[in-house]
């Protein structure tokens, strides 16, 4: 079957760093993106990763790799606005986007 | 920019009742989605729509049924409305095939429908 994982729920520190993983199990893979959502609205794109590395956008960066199913969202300089539910989608062999159950995102004061 | 807009935001509907959740988008965008959230979980894809005329199902179509006569409209039936269809309605457009070469998808406000 097709698996994404990420934690449930991350605490951080205004101003800190955080690092959201994700790691992924799909039947071929076109790419990986995350997404962020607020609560009760929709989601927005993030970022795009499809070849292995870092991309930075900013104070966000995603990193890929591929040969480990695996993925991290790392937010620099965290502002209380950050706080929201962060969600990795793969696109599997047939261009399908897999969707994880998303990580909640808190940010303290 | 208008982009994705899903009509009506909320909805509560007896158990039996059907209708028909509105989607819309003016980006001229052929890929046409709709998902269900239901809380703590990932989006499931139920419909999706690589152009007018054509449809296919996605991972939960059980329950729904869509259409697709125009490039810009995908509404999404509910014939008998079941509690487990209670959850959250978000529809989606993009430009190429489920957002790949770096196009992402699109997405509408929601719809909160809830079945008693």
């Known amino acids: 079957g097709q698996n994404i994982d990420q934690p449930t729920e991350m605490t951080a520190t205004e101003g800190a760093i955080v690092q959201i993983n994700c790691t992924y199990q799909?039947?071929?893979?076109?790419?990986l993106f995350w997404y962020q959502q607020h609560a009760g609205e929709a989601p927005t794109f993030l970022s795009y990763?499809?070849l292995d590395g870092l991309e930075e956008k900013g104070r966000f960066s995603s990193f890929l790799s591929r040969s480990k199913g695996y993925s991290y969202l790392l937010l620099k300089e965290l502002q209380m606005k950050d706080s929201a539910s962060y969600l990795c989608?793969?696109?599997?062999?047939?261009?399908?986007?897999?969707w994880g159950a998303g990580t909640k995102l808190i940010i303290k004061p | 920019n208008a982009g994705v807009t899903q009509t009506p935001k909320f909805r509560i509907l007896k158990i039996g009742q059907s209708m028909t959740l509105q989607c819309a988008q003016d980006?001229?965008?052929?890929?046409m989605y709709w998902y269900r959230q239901d809380p703590g979980m990932g989006l499931k894809l139920i419909y999706y729509?690589?152009?007018?005329?054509?449809?296919d199902k996605g991972e939960v179509p059980n329950g729904y049924n869509v259409s697709r006569s125009t490039t810009e409209d995908f509404p999404l039936r509910l014939e008998l409305a079941a509690p487990s269809q209670t959850s959250v309605y978000f529809c989606?457009?993009?430009?190429?095939?489920?957002?790949?070469?770096?196009?992402?998808?699109?997405f509408g406000d929601g719809t909160r429908l809830s079945i008693l």
């Open positions: 989606a457009s993009s430009y190429s095939p489920q957002g790949s070469n770096n196009q992402p998808q699109h």
């Open positions: 980006m001229n965008h052929n890929y």
């Open positions: 729509s690589v152009g007018a005329g054509i449809t």
């Open positions: 799909t039947s071929g893979f076109n790419g």
């Open positions: 990763n499809v």
């Open positions: 989608a793969v696109l599997d062999s047939n261009y399908q986007l897999i």
